[in-house]
């Protein structure tokens, strides 16, 4: 995958995870804007921001969004206006963080009172990952995937809800995404009785709000 094409991930898929009236929304790591065509398209937005650290990406993006701030999200995040965005957007931007956690907590600061956060997260527990690490004894970066090697943390299923509650807040919903077509490894879940049904997913869509607030 080019760099632009890494940029210009549309990830239609995360529209479900979505309220239909999205509001004001916040996008980290916006990219190229494409994502936030759809969501404008399809749901009921009525402002959406976005930050994106690449130059080009973000000039891109000036074009779909109300406002575009270029830079690292964990150094531009103070600079948020308090209790304003409705909606909060991670789509596979939190695993580049230096302290996801960190900002999760002060992106709840950012949060309207019934805001929520929708995210995409890289599965490491994904059965090639695990083949790869158990069978050949490799963890071999690559330039995209679970290991992209821009990739600083990495995140299970459990490590995911841990991580979100310890920021305080609510996980709503945790779903797989973009699963795999192979029976076999489909099949893992329920004859492992679940302990298995996580490695069918390359990624975890999440829904989650502050806690004391469901959705």
Excluded at 40 to 45: A, G, M
Excluded at 121 to 130: C, G, T
């Amino acid at each position: 995958m080019s760099d632009r094409q890494y940029y210009r991930q549309a990830r239609p898929e995360m529209l479900d995870h979505m309220a239909w009236n999205v509001g004001c929304c916040l996008e980290v790591g916006c990219g190229s804007g494409n994502f936030a065509q759809l969501v404008k398209k399809h749901k009921n937005v009525s402002e959406y921001w976005g930050i994106e650290i690449e130059e080009q990406s973000a000039k891109e993006a000036k074009k779909t969004l109300n406002r575009v701030l270029l830079g690292n999200a964990e150094e531009l995040v103070e600079q948020l206006p308090n209790n304003y965005f409705d909606t909060v957007v991670f789509n596979d931007s939190l695993e580049h963080l230096v302290d996801p956690l960190g900002l999760l907590k002060i992106i709840k600061t950012k949060l309207t009172a019934k805001g929520h956060i929708v995210a995409s997260i890289p599965n490491v527990r994904y059965y090639k990952n695990l083949y790869n690490l158990i069978f050949k004894k490799q963890w071999c970066y690559e330039d995209s995937g679970i290991l992209d090697r821009t990739h600083l943390r990495f995140f299970t299923q459990q490590s995911i809800i841990d991580t979100f509650a310890e920021a305080g807040f609510n996980v709503n919903s945790i779903q797989g995404v973009n699963g795999t077509r192979k029976l076999k490894i489909r099949l893992l879940g329920p004859l492992t009785f679940g302990l298995l049904g996580d490695i069918s997913y390359l990624q975890f869509a999440v829904n989650a709000c502050a806690t004391g607030h469901k959705v």
